[in-house]
Antibody, heavy 117, light 114 residues
Framework: EVQLVESGGGLVHPGGSLRLSCAAS????????MNWVRQAPGKGLEWVAT????????YYVDSVKGRFTFSRDNTKNSLYLQMNSLRAEDTAVYYC??????????WGQGTLVTVSS | DIVMTQSPDSLAVSLGERATINCKSS????????????LIWYQQKPGQPPKVLIS???SRESGVPDRFSGSGSGTDFTLTISSLQAEDVAVYYC??????????FGQGTKVEIK
């Protein structure tokens, strides 16, 4: 069975940095595009970033461009989201999700990022 | 960017009754080259990640009960729960996957039991 396990969330001050990880198992990881989606407390879903199967293509929502960097290591079946210059509005549960046939068909349980002084 | 707008924001339906959720996109998500609508419906229960219910606007995912159905094309879409069950209490989101990112979601519709 596919498993996606996020880690690295926590409390960080505004302007600080955090690196999220997502460990994947039960799938041929290198064959899939992957995504980060976030959900602020009590709010809806917001797509954050997408990375191609080989890591050569990356796309970001405008609000994180220049601050967040999405990467992957296919030898370790892992994704990474480096988040810099964090703002209060970045506070959310961050989910990693597998993309198959233009849908997010498998999601992790999420990791909570709280940006607060 | 394509803006997705759902209506209503919430609805309360009696058990066994029909629930209808609408989703409108600010531009067409229909690819005329393959006649596919790049519109996905997700269900999110409290404390859980979202789950795909419907892809290509009307294709039910494996294992999803047939009381869930999707319809629509172009810019207007509908998710219907034909006979609401207690386990269907959740927030439902539409998402467009047309062209290139950003892949935008609707704001969500909360379904409750009346």
């Amino acid at each position: 069975e596919v498993q996606l396990v996020e880690s690295g969330g926590g409390l960080v001050h505004p302007g600080g940095s955090l690196r999220l990880s997502c460990a994947a198992s039960g799938l041929t990881f290198s064959g899939y595009w992957m995504n980060w989606v976030r959900q602020a407390p009590g709010k809806g879903l917001e797509w954050v970033a997408t990375i191609s199967s080989d890591g050569s293509q990356k796309y970001y929502v405008d609000s994180v461009k220049g601050r967040f960097t999405f990467s992957r290591d296919n030898t370790k079946n892992s994704l990474y989201l480096q988040m810099n210059s964090l703002r209060a509005e970045d506070t959310a549960v961050y989910y990693c999700a597998r993309e198959t046939r233009r849908r997010l068909d498998w999601w992790g349980q999420g990791t909570l990022v709280t940006v607060s002084s | 960017d394509i803006v997705m707008t759902q209506s209503p924001d919430s609805l309360a339906v009696s058990l066994g009754e029909r629930a209808t959720i609408n989703c409108k996109s600010s531009q067409s998500v229909l690819d005329n080259s393959n006649n596919k609508n790049y519109l996905i419906w997700y269900q999110q229960k409290p404390g859980q990640p979202p789950k795909v219910l419907i892809s290509w606007a009307s294709s039910r995912e494996s294992g999803v009960p047939d009381r869930f159905s999707g319809s629509g094309s172009g810019t207007d879409f509908t998710l219907t729960i034909s006979s609401l069950q207690a386990e269907d209490v959740a927030v439902y989101y539409c998402q467009q996957y047309y062209g290139s990112p950003p892949w935008t979601f609707g704001q969500g519709t909360k379904v409750e039991i009346k």
